[in-house]
Nanobody, 119 residues
Framework: VQLQASGGGLVQTRGSLRLSCQRS????????IGWIRQAPGKERSRVSC????????YYADSLKGRFTISRDNAKDMMYLQMNTLKPEDTAVYYC?????????????WGQGTQVTVSS
């Protein structure tokens, strides 16, 4: 399983970025894919995720209304549109997938993409 994250960069406060995650190496219709971020000196925290089977989405409370997760199953892609960015959104953003198997779940991580929001 491979997850290739891209789209990070430097942006000013109130700017926008779109992160992309290309997935490969697995065939499943029962997984949850999303983003986790880690800011300097802080623990990793869930940003958003989306269910492959239902399309249900989750957002961290502080991000609702600013971030939107979406997927393109035909392209094996997942996106995170981030609007009205704030300096506190500065972090490394990791693409992450939990695949439900008959025996449990497997978790995989991408390499991360840096998002820096300047004030």
């Amino acid at each position: 399983v491979q997850l290739q994250a891209s789209g990070g960069g430097l942006v000013q406060t109130r700017g926008s970025l779109r992160l992309s995650c290309q997935r490969s190496g697995f065939i499943s219709d029962n997984y949850v894919i999303g983003w986790i971020r880690q800011a300097p000196g802080k623990e990793r925290s869930r940003v958003s995720c989306i269910s492959s089977s239902t399309g249900a989405t989750y957002y961290a409370d502080s991000l609702k209304g600013r971030f939107t997760i979406s997927r393109d199953n035909a392209k094996d892609m997942m996106y995170l549109q981030m609007n009205t960015l704030k300096p506190e959104d500065t972090a490394v953003y990791y693409c992450n997938v939990l695949i439900r198997r008959a025996y449990g779940t497997d978790t995989y991580w991408g390499q991360g993409t840096q998002v820096t929001v300047s004030s």
